[in-house]
């Protein structure tokens, strides 16, 4: 089948949400049409010139009475065209000539039972599988000039969202042929993925990804295979140059066996094309507990690129051309280089809330140099991607201010910056929630350190904090100072201090001990129990391994540490 052109992910976002441009493109060479016609028959029948060969298929399948009858529907009508190279290549001289099981599979893989517009199109599976059960997937191609839906990189939208009576229509050039093998048998088929096979084999994983389950909640998987190139440039050259280096018991079918825990690292749970890869920051593996992340870096889909307290560890590139790969069971992707489970010891993170804040780091006039606010002038409306607050009726008082100085309150900040952000019900934002660095999964220990702040005798923001949902222990209060003690009296009853100077406004608080379970960004959410306040300074969040120094480090007005 003749593969289309796909247009870059991030070109493809802006153009499958406005669905009229790609910059510097023309606009989509797409018609949409409206008619009074009954049915999806109805309209076949109407523009029979075009679709004879596909209602002449209905008939013969018996598939043209529940198509006739009132439902909710999304019909991919191939046209005559499209229909006759089709016969052709499945070697039918006619429609009556076909396989009649053939036939039936192709109607299926070409109606939804739900009534799907390209406003849900996007470079990845439609919503809903077809009646085949295989999902669709959609993106953009570009020819001469001119942007068109493409559907499974075979055939291209000519006419779309033609609304019936029993649900909508979409004219393609060509027929859609599904796949009819499972991940393991398309990779096995390719030997410039044996060494991979292999190992799927000697692991057992093959006969898995070789299982097309009946139930559909558990047939889904998605594979990211390694070539024999891949793993080449990494020094494996052989099966057993992998079985060597991983198989640490001697039995890859063992699950404690560390060639099994790579093979089941590289298969994630559910259906997922590039487009669904981008849309989470991470995802489930088949290895317990482990995930993999990913992000879209320019064009390129990347896994597995992060930082862990400031150093960078380079990801790998998913092929975008040789991935997306459609199989009975599921996906599978192409990655450019050999990558494995890390398993890294529980590491302290001392995070500066506002050092990881992309909005505000890409500001040179602003970062650790000026304040500046952020107004949200809506509920939908989202100034930061991994920060977000619920919205507060009062007016004025959905501002996030990223707050920089040398007065009382900052002065003594690391790095002389907090975030601020009004709290307090029932009018102000209800709640504060946001993304935290990767932290390599374990027992750690939270401490909320912040610039204490009461804005008149009578204030109070007394908050709870829950980590992925699940309550902390202890409350904080942005209102309240740190206690008088010793750095051993204080930990006690769970606080410290965190800084370098030595005044009690800036205060650490234990708010809990968490136990996280993969190694990830998780979410963080300070919730208002009681009072109101618009001048509430978040500093850092601390996740200390509970076997770890709990009050060392402290930090310097400029970012450095302090061991003693």
Not at 115 to 130: M, N, R, W, Y
Not at 185 to 193: F, N, W
Not at 222 to 230: C, K, L, Q, R
């Amino acid at each position: 089948m003749n593969k289309i052109t796909k247009w870059p992910l991030c070109c493809l976002a802006v153009l499958l949400v406005t669905g009229m441009y790609l910059a510097g493109c023309k606009k989509l060479d797409l018609k949409t049409t409206t008619t009074d016609d009954v049915n999806i028959v109805g309209y076949l029948d109407k523009h029979i010139d075009s679709f004879s060969l596909f209602r002449e298929i209905l008939d013969v399948t018996g598939n043209t009475s529940f198509l006739n009858a009132y439902g909710a529907y999304t019909c991919f009508a191939p046209t005559n065209g499209g229909v006759k190279k089709w016969l052709t290549a499945i070697g039918a001289a006619s429609v009556t000539a076909a396989d009649i099981n053939v036939l039936k599979d192709m109607v299926r893989f070409h109606v939804l039972t739900d009534t799907i517009s390209t406003g849900s199109f996007k470079d990845g599976k439609l919503p809903v599988p077809t009646m085949l059960g295989q999902f669709l997937i959609t993106g953009v191609s570009f020819e001469n000039g001119a942007s068109t839906y493409t559907v499974n990189r075979q055939a291209k939208v000519t006419t779309s969202n033609v609304r019936v009576g029993n649900g909508v229509v979409h004219e393609l050039s060509e027929v859609l042929v599904p796949s009819s093998l499972t991940i393991a048998k398309q990779l096995e088929a390719k030997p410039q993925y044996s060494i991979f096979v292999q190992a799927m084999k000697e692991t057992g994983l093959y006969e898995k990804l070789n299982t097309v389950d009946p139930d559909t909640t558990k047939r889904w998987m998605t594979v990211i295979a390694e070539s024999n190139m891949a793993l080449a440039d990494s020094g494996f050259n052989s099966y057993a140059d992998l079985k060597a280096k991983y198989s640490n018991t001697g039995n890859p079918a063992n699950t404690n066996d560390s060639l099994y825990m790579y093979v089941a690292y590289h298969v994630l749970t559910g259906i997922k094309f590039l487009g669904d890869i981008i849309v989470a920051p991470s995802h489930q593996t088949l290895q317990p507990q482990e995930v993999v992340s990913t992000k879209l870096s320019g064009q390129d889909v990347v896994v597995n690129e992060v930082e862990f307290n400031g150093v960078l560890e380079k990801g790998v590139v998913l092929d975008r051309v040789k991935s997306d790969n459609a199989a009975t069971n599921g996906v599978w992707h192409d990655a450019t280089a050999h990558f494995a489970v890390k398993y890294r010891k529980p590491t302290a993170i001392y995070w500066d809330v506002s050092s990881t804040v992309e909005e505000i780091i890409k500001l040179p006039a602003v970062y650790r140099k000026a304040s500046k606010d952020y107004l949200r002038q809506s509920e939908v409306d989202q100034p930061f991607k991994e920060m977000t607050w619920g919205w507060g009726s009062l007016a004025g008082t959905n501002v996030f201010t990223y707050a920089y100085g040398t007065n009382s309150i900052l002065l003594h900040a690391v790095n002389s910056d907090c975030n601020k952000l009004p709290l307090g019900l029932p009018s102000r934002p209800v709640w504060w929630e946001m993304t935290t660095p990767p932290i390599i999964k374990g027992r750690y220990k939270i401490w909320i350190c912040y610039s204490s702040r009461k804005q008149s005798s009578s204030s109070n923001m007394l908050c709870d904090v829950r980590v992925n949902g699940e309550l902390m222990q202890r409350t904080m209060n942005f209102t309240v100072t740190r206690p008088a003690g010793s750095d051993s009296e204080l930990e006690a009853i769970g606080w410290k201090r965190y800084t370098e100077n030595t005044g009690s406004q800036f205060a650490g608080r234990l708010v809990g001990t968490y136990e996280f379970t993969t190694t990830q960004k998780h979410t963080i959410r300070i919730t208002p129990l009681a009072g109101t306040q618009n001048e509430n300074y978040l500093d850092m969040i601390h996740f200390i391994p509970v076997d770890e120094n709990q009050i060392l480090p402290r930090f310097r007005n400029d970012g450095t540490l302090i061991f003693e």
